[in-house]
């Protein structure tokens, strides 16, 4: 079936730092992926989305670009801020009315 | 638009007590599902329902049951809790079709 797979964390990074969280899929067809993060004590909420290959999602200086050569969709940010620290989640959606599919996250804290 | 609603908020049972977890949507959404979200294993679906009468099972249905009589509603009820079911508890929604999966803001569940 369909599969996310995301570095592991945690990530700790200084203010201003270059930020990449690595995103691999594995599925059948033509998913859409998705970033979502979550702030401490709160749900989670949608930060990109890519529908199809080449596409880049961008949001709050963070970026990813679907790659179907490469099965990934990495997650970057040029200079990260202490606000950034989160549970970043790499997910997939397959075709038809399927079940949106979660990577384990990965725990980003950013120190000034 | 209050979005996706959950109650209670945090709740303490004991081992062999039931309870109902609650889920609304006012965004007349037809895809609804529930998580739990453990440390070290991301989200983890339970159940999912493609619209009102419509349910099915996820990855970890053991413990719990759903229905779905109306769009609006999509309650998650524990039959006789354990400890293991000691998590928080995600409650989504999306449009049929749609992509972007709107979440709650999570329900905490401590099982003695």
């Known amino acids: 079936g369909d599969s996310v797979t995301q570095m592991e964390g945690p990530v700790t990074l200084s203010e201003e730092a270059f930020l990449t969280i690595n995103c691999t899929y594995t599925?059948?067809?033509?998913?859409?992926l998705f970033w979502y993060v979550q702030y401490p004590g709160e749900g989670l909420q949608l930060l990109l989305k890519?529908?199809?290959?080449?596409d880049k999602g961008s949001n709050k200086g963070f970026e990813a670009t679907y790659r179907k050569e490469t099965t990934s969709f990495h997650l970057e940010k040029g200079s990260v801020q202490v606000s950034d620290s989160a549970v970043y989640f790499c997910?997939?959606?397959?075709?038809?009315?399927?079940?949106?599919?979660f990577g384990k996250g990965t725990r980003l804290s950013v120190i000034a | 638009n209050a979005g996706v609603t959950q109650t209670p908020k945090f709740q303490v049972l004991k081992t062999g007590q039931s309870m109902t977890l609650q889920c609304a949507q006012d965004?007349?959404?037809?895809?609804m599902s529930w998580y739990r979200q453990d440390p070290g294993m991301g989200l983890r679906l339970i159940h999912y329902?493609?619209?009102?009468?419509?349910?099915d099972q996820g990855e970890v249905p053991n413990g719990y049951n759903v229905s779905r009589s109306t769009t609006e509603d999509f309650p998650l009820r524990l039959l006789s809790a354990a400890p293991s079911q000691t998590s928080v508890y995600f409650c989504?929604?999306?449009?049929?079709?749609?992509?972007?999966?709107?979440f709650g803001p999570g329900t905490r569940l401590l099982v003695l």
């Open positions: 989504a929604s999306r449009p049929g079709g749609g992509e972007t999966q709107y």
């Open positions: 599925a059948t067809g033509y998913p859409s």
């Open positions: 890519a529908t199809k290959a080449d």
């Open positions: 997910a997939l959606l397959g075709s038809g009315n399927t079940p949106l599919v």
């Open positions: 965004m007349n959404h037809e895809y």
């Open positions: 329902s493609v619209g009102a009468g419509i349910t």
